[in-house]
């Protein structure tokens, strides 16, 4: 078994956020993690996010980009204040019918936890891990129901979907 300790100059994290009339996007930074790799397949791992590292991509006036963040910050979505860290720990993986793998964890977001699976792929170059994936996650089993059909009625245009994506690039080097 190889451990790959992530880098996090070389790994990205990108979230995306939809609602009706459109969409927003970002960066989070990684503040640390490893990923256990045996035979091509991810045996296990931990990757801990810096939540106070959000960033907005997508507005460009400072003023309602600021406004933004902070929302995101506080207690309608992260609580960021409290909870400085999510963290997602990886206990296997499975290979796909097209040569991916079907990766199975624990994702905690404001110290509630819930399985996750995603798709992902790897690549092994001597000392050095490449992997790239995407996770759905519903946000609403995370406590942050803020703009959420499911709990808040006729919102009309101001409906959030309850679906955000993180799409991730990890390097590492055993």
């Known amino acids: 078994m190889a451990k790959f300790q992530i880098q996090k100059s070389g790994s990205t994290v990108n979230w995306t956020g939809k609602k009706v009339l459109g969409l927003h996007t970002g960066s989070i930074n990684i503040a640390e993690g490893y990923i256990e790799v045996t035979d091509n397949q991810i045996k296990g791992g931990e990757v801990k996010i810096d939540m106070t590292s959000i960033v907005v991509t997508d507005i460009e006036d400072r003023t309602t980009s600021k406004e933004f963040l902070d929302h995101l910050l506080g207690a309608d979505f992260f609580s960021v204040d409290k909870f400085k860290t999510a963290e997602l720990d990886i206990i296997g993986s499975s290979k796909t019918d097209n040569g991916k793998l079907k990766v199975d964890g624990t994702l905690t977001i ?3 936890s819930h399985p996750v699976s995603f798709i992902a792929t790897i690549e092994v170059f001597t000392n050095y891990l ?8 519903d946000r609403t089993m995370y406590n942050i129901r803020y703009g959420s059909g499911k709990f808040i009625a006729n919102l009309g245009d101001k409906l959030i979907y309850d679906d955000f994506i993180l799409q ?3 390097v590492g080097q055993a």
């Open 168 to 170: 991730f690039k990890l």
């Open 110 to 112: 404001k110290d509630i």
């Open 130 to 137: 490449h992997s790239l994936g995407e996770i759905v996650i």
